[in-house]
């Protein structure tokens, strides 16, 4: 089962482990790429990385030639929960953005008996939330019990000089070079998280490669002015990035 065949949802090329900054997750990233641990639970605040992590996972299996299905239910509305039949059939499950069906019966059954199925394989199963399992409001209790087993982890936020870390790495992997001061310049006149600073620095190197310029401060003035004039003009027409890496 390929999560490319059944929905149009793809991993990130760029969410991969080599472009992490582990920095105070080590404990958590050393977890995941070992892939010792049967059951993850991860959870922390919107973009702070969940949604790579997940993705990286599954790009790790992929490369390792097993089988791994990475389902956002920020596009629920994109499956339903017959998706998870069989399941347990796979190598590895990332399920993003859980506590968006939180309340939602058919959705928590059909979570709990996935649960259940694949703890009698050697599928290994990682969820992403928002919160922790204890503190989400579930319906159903066992489902609730169960999530609380697995092996919990938060994510935390990448500080400043971490998040200029991670964006000069990310920039040097797609073969751009991006100056500290540059760098800087983006971090304290863009949005701070990294998923929208990747976005952005994603949108610097299509216009630099297209106006065959370098990353100067000038030039990243010039380009962000012009993606906030069109998101200003046709907020619903300028990209916001792959729909598989919007949560986390």
Same mark, same amino acid.
């Given at each position: 089962m390929s999560t490319q065949l059944v929905l149009n949802i793809r991993w990130r090329d760029d969410a991969t482990f080599t472009n992490f900054i582990a920095s105070a997750n080590q404990n958590? &990233?050393?977890c995941l790429t070992t892939a010792k641990e049967k059951t993850i639970y991860l959870w922390g605040q919107k973009s702070c990385g969940r949604s790579h992590l997940l993705q990286a996972c599954c790009h790790q299996a992929n490369e390792n030639g097993l089988t791994a299905m990475y389902l956002p239910f920020e596009h629920q509305k994109d499956f339903s929960p017959a998706i998870l039949e069989d399941s347990e059939n796979l190598d590895l499950l990332c399920l993003d953005d859980i506590d968006l069906v939180t309340g939602n019966k058919e959705w928590e059954t059909a979570l709990f008996h996935c649960y259940n199925r694949i703890q009698t394989t050697n599928t290994r199963l990682i969820f992403s939330a928002s919160a922790t399992p204890q503190s989400l409001p579930w319906q159903l209790p066992d489902l609730q019990s169960r999530? @609380?087993?697995?092996?919990? &982890?938060?994510? +935390?936020? *990448?500080?400043?000089?971490? +998040?200029?870390?991670? *964006?000069?790495? =990310?920039? +040097? *992997?797609?073969?751009?070079?991006?100056k500290k001061p540059v760098?800087? &310049?983006? *971090?304290?006149?863009?949005?701070?998280d990294t998923e929208n600073l990747f976005i952005a620095l994603e949108k610097l190197d299509q216009a630099s490669l297209i106006a065959k310029r370098k990353l100067t401060i000038p030039f990243v +003035?010039?380009?962000? =002015? @012009?993606?906030s004039e069109q998101r200003e003009e046709s907020p619903s027409k300028l990209p916001h990035g792959d729909p598989s890496f919007h949560s986390g």
């Amino acid at each position: 089962m390929s999560t490319q065949l059944v929905l149009n949802i793809r991993w990130r090329d760029d969410a991969t482990f080599t472009n992490f900054i582990a920095s105070a997750n080590q404990n958590l &990233f050393q977890c995941l790429t070992t892939a010792k641990e049967k059951t993850i639970y991860l959870w922390g605040q919107k973009s702070c990385g969940r949604s790579h992590l997940l993705q990286a996972c599954c790009h790790q299996a992929n490369e390792n030639g097993l089988t791994a299905m990475y389902l956002p239910f920020e596009h629920q509305k994109d499956f339903s929960p017959a998706i998870l039949e069989d399941s347990e059939n796979l190598d590895l499950l990332c399920l993003d953005d859980i506590d968006l069906v939180t309340g939602n019966k058919e959705w928590e059954t059909a979570l709990f008996h996935c649960y259940n199925r694949i703890q009698t394989t050697n599928t290994r199963l990682i969820f992403s939330a928002s919160a922790t399992p204890q503190s989400l409001p579930w319906q159903l209790p066992d489902l609730q019990s169960r999530l @609380c087993a697995a092996v919990i &982890f938060q994510v +935390k936020e *990448l500080t400043d000089n971490e +998040k200029l870390n991670a *964006l000069q790495l =990310r920039a +040097k *992997l797609r073969g751009m070079i991006l100056k500290k001061p540059v760098a800087e &310049f983006l *971090l304290h006149h863009y949005q701070r998280d990294t998923e929208n600073l990747f976005i952005a620095l994603e949108k610097l190197d299509q216009a630099s490669l297209i106006a065959k310029r370098k990353l100067t401060i000038p030039f990243v +003035k010039e380009v962000l =002015r @012009c993606h906030s004039e069109q998101r200003e003009e046709s907020p619903s027409k300028l990209p916001h990035g792959d729909p598989s890496f919007h949560s986390g």
